[in-house]
């Protein structure tokens, strides 16, 4: 069975960090790479980090030196460290292939940066 389950969202001040983590069956993880997205009511989903099985990575420009995308292929885990968040990146966060595979969609988990 095809899984993907995102975790480590909650409340957060404006520049201050957390993490997030996601754990996908090897079907959608294995050989792939990986991407976080996030997304607002009223928006379409945006494509935030990506990372390939070979570590290398890329950023949207906004969120590009302040948000570190890695992955454990240990593990079937990817991370995403975010760092001086702002109210901005208050989003549901979802992780998938990239590019992403439209069943292969989790629950996502809520970040929101308010003060």
């Known amino acids: 069975q095809v899984q993907v389950v995102e975790s480590g969202g909650g409340l957060v001040q404006p520049g201050g960090s957390l993490r997030l983590s996601c754990t996908a069956s090897g079907r959608i993880f294995s050989g792939k790479t990986m991407g976080w997205y996030r997304q607002t009511p009223g928006k379409e989903r945006e494509l935030v980090a990506r990372?390939?099985?070979?570590?290398?990575?890329n950023y949207a420009d906004s969120v590009k030196g302040r948000f570190t995308i890695s992955r454990d292929n240990a593990k079937n885990t990817v991370y995403l460290q975010m760092d001086k968040v702002k109210p901005e990146d208050t989003a549901v966060y979802y992780c998938n292939s990239e590019p992403f595979i439209s069943q292969y969609w989790g629950q996502g988990t809520q970040v929101t940066v308010s003060s």
């Open positions: 990372i390939t099985i070979f570590h290398n990575t």
